[in-house]
T-cell receptor, first 113, second 115 residues
Framework: DTAVSQTPKYLVTQMGNDKSIKCEQN?????MYWYKQDSKKFLKIMFS???????INETVPNRFSPKSPDKAHLNLHINSLELGDSAVYFC????????????FGQGTRLTVV | KQEVTQIPAALSVPEGENLVLNCSFT??????LQWFRQDPGKGLTSLLL?????REQTSGRLNASLDKSSGRSTLYIAASQPGDSATYLC??????????????FGQGTILTVHP
C-alpha cells in the first residue's frame, strides 16, 4: 500500500507539449511538495502546499503550475515543455509544514525530446 | 541561504567495514535533519530523522548524530553489507524566513560496498 504515489513513472514527450504529473498521499498529511532532481542528481524544491494552500514557490518558471484539489493530492502541470525540463520529479508529503518526517514518491522521469 | 554539503562524494568499501558519511549545513536555524537513501532509478527512502533538540538517532546498524551549533551531522553505518550500496542524502528542514519548512538537500554520497 504505497504511501506517496505518482503517475506516470515515465513520461516521454515532445518539446512544446503540455503534460501533467499526478501525486496522491494516503498518510493524512497536511503538507505536500514537488522536488526536481537534475541530471547531476541534485534535489531542489519547486513548490510546497499546506492544506491546499501554496506556501513555497521556489522561482520556478510559470510554465509549471501546481494544483491541489484537496490535501491528499498535489498535481503538477507543465506547459510548453522545453528540453531543459527533462529531469526526475518527486512528490513528497509530511505531517505538517515544519519539523516532521518527509516521505517521497518513487519519482516521475520526464524526458523531453 | 541554507547550503548543505556532503563528504565524501563517493565511497567504496569492502563488506563488513564500519563507515561514516558526513553532512554539514550553513544555517543552524533548522527544525530537524533527515537522512535518506536512494537506490538507482528509485525514490527516496527515509532512514532517520533527528529533531534539532536531539543529539542522535539509531535504527538497526545506522546511527545518525547531529551537532546543530556547528552545523554538522554524521551517518554511521556498522558492519556494511553489499545491500547498503546506494546514494545517501542528507536534508535539513529550515526553521525560519522564506525557507520555513523547506527541505534543503546535499548532493549525496554514493556508497558502494563490495563483497
Amino acid at each position: 500500500d504505497t504511501a506517496v504515489s505518482q503517475t506516470p513513472k515515465y513520461l516521454v514527450t515532445q518539446m512544446g507539449n503540455d503534460k501533467s504529473i499526478k501525486c496522491e498521499q494516503n498518510l493524512g498529511h497536511d503538507t505536500m511538495y514537488w522536488y526536481k532532481q537534475d541530471s547531476k542528481k541534485f534535489l531542489k524544491i519547486m513548490f510546497s502546499y499546506n492544506n491546499k494552500e501554496l506556501i513555497i514557490n521556489e522561482t520556478v518558471p510559470n510554465r509549471f503550475s501546481p494544483k491541489s484539489p484537496d490535501k491528499a493530492h498535489l498535481n503538477l502541470h507543465i506547459n510548453s515543455l522545453e528540453l531543459g525540463d527533462s529531469a526526475v520529479y518527486f512528490c513528497a508529503s509530511s505531517l505538517r509544514q515544519g519539523g516532521t518526517e518527509a516521505f517521497f514518491g518513487q519519482g516521475t522521469r520526464l524526458t523531453v525530446v | 541561504k541554507q547550503e548543505v554539503t556532503q563528504i565524501p562524494a563517493a565511497l567504496s568499501v569492502p563488506e563488513g567495514e564500519n563507515l561514516v558519511l558526513n553532512c554539514s549545513f550553513t544555517d543552524s536555524a533548522i527544525y530537524n535533519l533527515q537522512w535518506f537513501r536512494q537506490d538507482p532509478g528509485k525514490g527516496l527512502t527515509s532512514l532517520l530523522l533527528i529533531q534539532s533538540s536531539q543529539r542522535e538517532q539509531t535504527s538497526g546498524r545506522l546511527n545518525a548524530s547531529l551537532d546543530k551549533s556547528s552545523g554538522r551531522s554524521t551517518l554511521y553505518i556498522a558492519a556494511s553489507q553489499p545491500g547498503d550500496s546506494a546514494t545517501y542524502l542528507c536534508a535539513v528542514i529550515n526553521a525560519g524566513g522564506t525557507s520555513y519548512g523547506k527541505l534543503t538537500f546535499g548532493q549525496g554520497t554514493i556508497l558502494t560496498v563490495h563483497p
